[in-house]
């Protein structure tokens, strides 16, 4: 059984219209689970309640695929798609956790949160026969991360060391290959938001036209 979409963001659907084969079937779970993860910190009222259900998942993924649990749609798609590449969802999961921090989060929450999911879109890139652009993918799970992050961001501090963390780890511009496109339409839509300064992910015609042009592009 494979995950559906519908638990995706606009953003992650738009991404994966541009996703074809092999590539869709390795993107869906990777995206589906960073979204889950998202929503367990974002609903966190208890810190270590949140810390045990990502807990949950760094066990699952750390074990081997014979021994895990059935039934999850996404982690049985993860034992069929990403083996081997576990431990960069175990980092994206970790990157996740930074984001439980005390408030206000400093620089090394956001930068490892970045990091997280940049591991995981440079293993996606190697998972799709990509890995000469792995490390433009980083950069561009980079990009996404602080860039989604930011807009959801309200405390002033907070902003401030994120956009710093930006400015100095995700500099650089890489055209992505046609198999790594959703990638490129996510760590653009990021960018957007981090030379803005503000503003949503995804929803405005200005967004929806640089998805179409990451898309077809892939810059």
């Given at each position: 059984m494979s995950p559906g979409t519908g638990d995706l963001s606009l953003a992650g659907e738009v991404a994966l219209?541009?996703?074809?084969?092999?590539?869709?079937?390795?993107?869906?779970?990777?995206?589906?689970?960073?979204?889950?993860?998202?929503?367990?910190?974002?609903?966190?009222?208890e810190p270590m309640l949140a810390q045990m259900r990502l807990?949950?998942?760094?066990?699952?993924?750390?074990e081997a695929r014979e021994t895990r649990p059935r039934g999850d749609p996404v982690l049985d798609a993860i034992g069929e798609h990403w083996r081997g590449e576990e431990p960069a969802l175990v980092a994206l999961v970790?990157?996740?956790?930074?984001?439980?921090?005390?408030?206000?989060?400093?620089?090394?929450?956001?930068?490892?949160?970045?990091?997280?999911?940049?591991?995981?879109?440079?293993?996606?890139?190697?998972?799709a026969g990509q890995g000469g652009y792995a490390e433009a993918a980083r950069l561009a799970g980079c990009r996404y991360a602080l860039g989604d992050c930011l807009s959801r961001l309200s405390n002033p501090l907070?902003?401030?060391?994120?956009?710093?963390?930006?400015?100095?780890?995700?500099?650089?511009?890489?055209?992505?290959?046609?198999?790594?496109?959703?990638?490129?339409?996510?760590?653009?839509?990021?960018?957007?938001?981090?030379?803005?300064?503000?503003?949503?992910?995804?929803?405005?015609r200005a967004s929806a036209l640089l998805a179409?042009?990451?898309?077809?592009?892939?810059?």
């Open positions: 219209a541009w996703a074809r084969g092999p590539t869709r079937s390795l993107l869906v779970p990777l995206l589906t689970l960073d979204e889950r993860l998202g929503r367990i910190v974002a609903a966190a009222r807990a949950w998942w760094r066990d699952r993924l750390g970790d990157g996740w956790e930074e984001l439980l921090g005390e408030a206000p989060l400093n620089e090394n929450a956001f930068e490892r949160f970045a990091e997280g999911k940049g591991a995981a879109f440079a293993a996606a890139a190697r998972l907070e902003r401030k060391r994120l956009r710093t963390v930006a400015n100095r780890i995700s500099s650089g511009r890489s055209r992505l290959p046609r198999a790594l496109r959703p990638l490129a339409v996510l760590g653009g839509l990021g960018e957007r938001v981090l030379r803005r300064g503000a503003g949503p992910l995804f929803g405005d179409t042009r990451l898309g077809i592009l892939g810059r």
